[in-house]
């Protein structure tokens, strides 16, 4: 049976859901209405007009198989207010602003402020008619922010650190307001030093390991077990499975640190920030022409080490570019390493892939 989701599987008319599927061993995959063939895996942002069953058919010589997913669509509400947090900023005191964009004024209403996911303080609002915004800020919260922390770097230097602190703002906090709209009330300011882990710089580090076995870096294109090299003028990490059938490369991430004691560069599971993304441009180089393609995704490691897949995305030698993400803010204070994953299909020769400015980053 295939895998096919929906997230979310009920949104207000206008919004989006994003379909996501993964099939093994299909020859042919559908997906009706309107989208037609697809890729064994991947994903896609789809905004009904009304209630929808997507129905995915996966099919090989033995057969078909089907799986579905309902979408429901709900009217927009109207005649409500809709209270949401456009801007947040610090100037020595943390301020924010505030605007009902709904049809309907608004009550009186309290915003609530939290640090670093604890309650700080809220604020009052007066009642406000659609349309009207206004800048408050939080006068009864004294903000302390922590002193630097020394770090290496990965080229050995000492630097100065400000701890990351995390600024949320949520409008109508006391659910005091009906509003059309619940889900867009808080908006993030980061502060501090924000987290970055660029997966090209990190990659001479990373543990790689092909179908054929382990690999070790330095590598070249040309080697039949498998690997990986980098072309840093262009930002890009390339990845070239075992050329065989169905075989694969991955290559394991983690933090790097330098021990006091050593000064030599070390790794260990890093602790995933709040806010955290990855993104990255995945496609073929121009050097290299793939038959039937390859399936790329990021993964990372579970509580009892075992990896775990975001969902894959087929990528074809068709020149084009495709933009992958992964929301990473379920793993926020999370120990894990990261996982690059790239497999062969059928046709293996020239399955080298580009991965360009691979990165996770925070992002309000």
């Known amino acids: ?49 009304a209630n929808t069953t997507y129905t995915l058919t996966a099919t090989n010589e033995i057969g078909s198989s089907t799986g579905t997913v309902n979408v429901t669509v709900k009217p927009v509400v109207t005649g409500k207010a809709d209270l949401v947090i456009t801007d947040v900023w ?27 996911d604890l309650f700080g303080s809220d604020s009052y609002v007066p009642p406000l008619a659609p349309g009207e915004e206004m800048i408050d800020k939080f006068s009864n919260y ?16 000492v630097e100065q650190k400000a701890p990351t602190t995390y600024a949320k703002v949520c409008a109508d906090g006391g659910n005091a307001v009906n509003e059309s709209n619940k889900g867009n009330n808080c908006a993030t300011l980061i502060l501090g030093s924000t987290f970055t882990y660029d997966f090209l710089v ?26 990986a090299y980098r072309i840093p003028l262009a930002r890009t990490l390339v990845m070239c499975p075992q050329q065989v059938s169905n075989g694969w490369i991955l290559g394991r991430f983690a933090e790097t640190y330098f021990p006091l004691e050593s000064r030599t560069p070390t790794t260990r599971p890093f602790e995933v920030p709040g806010n955290a993304k990855f993104s990255a441009q995945v496609g073929f180089g ?19 080490g075992s990896v775990v897949f975001f969902p894959k995305m087929d990528v074809y030698s068709d020149g084009k570019m495709q933009t992958y993400e992964a929301d990473l803010s379920a793993l926020a204070g999370k120990k894990t390493e990261f996982i690059l994953w790239v497999e062969a299909k059928d046709s293996p020769e020239g399955d080298c892939v580009r991965w360009v400015e691979p990165r996770i980053i925070q992002a309000p």
């Open 286 to 304: 121009l050097d290299f022409k793939s038959t039937d393609g390859v399936r790329v995704a990021l993964g990372y490691t579970d509580d009892i």
């Open 90 to 116: 610090y100037d020595g005191m943390l301020r924010y602003q505030i605007k009902n964009q709904g049809d309907a004024a608004s009550a009186g209403s309290r915003s609530y402020l939290y640090v670093n």
């Open 202 to 227: 990190e990659a001479p580090l990373a543990k790689w390991k092909s179908s054929g076995g382990d690999l070790t870096w330095p590598m070249t294109a040309h080697e039949t077990k498998g690997a």
């Open 1 to 49: 049976m295939p895998s096919f989701t929906a997230s979310p599987v009920s949104i207000s008319a206008g919004q989006k859901t994003t379909l996501s599927w993964d099939v093994s061993g299909a020859t042919e995959v559908t997906i009706e209405p309107g989208i037609g063939s697809s890729g064994s895996s991947g994903s896609l942002q789809l905004s009904p007009a």
């Open 142 to 157: 004294t903000w302390r922010r922590d002193p630097s922390t020394l770090e290496f770097t990965t080229e050995g230097k």
